[in-house]
């Protein structure tokens, strides 16, 4: 009897989202882009992010800004990620002569994720590392 009720609560359980849930909390990201050979310029973000439920976000600066990026995506229960980066870079001031355009951000990340550390590349032709701490 014991056998079976155990059994019938082990079914029950969420294991994989209660394990996901352990990457649950505040992050710091550290986003590094190499510059291009078609002439864009390295850059370095630092910001935080949030994990809820599994469920990632973070966040450089706000949302209208530009520069501004959302990075959002699933951490499985297994740590692997896949997060979506969306936001607009370049800028929106006017200069003399000119007035520069923002333009939009989206690219997907590989991530993966092992209790308070994690690691992450762009998808695509653009080298950029994420480092993720707790």
């Known amino acids: 009897m ?3 009720l155990l059994a019938v609560v082990c079914a029950c359980l969420p294991w994989g989202s209660l394990h996901a849930q352990s990457f649950d909390g505040e992050w710091s990201v550290l986003h590094v882009c190499e510059s291009t050979q078609e002439g864009a310029r390295g850059y370095t973000w630092r910001y935080s ?3 809820k439920d599994g469920h990632f976000v973070g966040q450089f600066r706000e949302k209208g800004q530009s520069p501004s990026m959302t990075l959002e995506g699933r951490i499985k229960a297994d740590g692997t990620a896949s997060l979506s980066a969306r936001g607009t870079s370049g800028s929106a001031e006017f200069n003399q002569k000119f007035a520069t355009t923002a333009t939009p951000i989206s ?6 994720f092992t ?3 994690g ?11 994420f480092t993720f701490t707790r």
């Open 2 to 4: 014991r056998l079976v």
């Open 49 to 51: 992010a949030r994990v």
């Open 107 to 112: 690219f997907e990340v590989m991530a993966k």
């Open 115 to 117: 209790g308070a550390t």
């Open 119 to 129: 690691t992450g590349d762009r998808v695509g032709s653009r080298v950029c590392k």
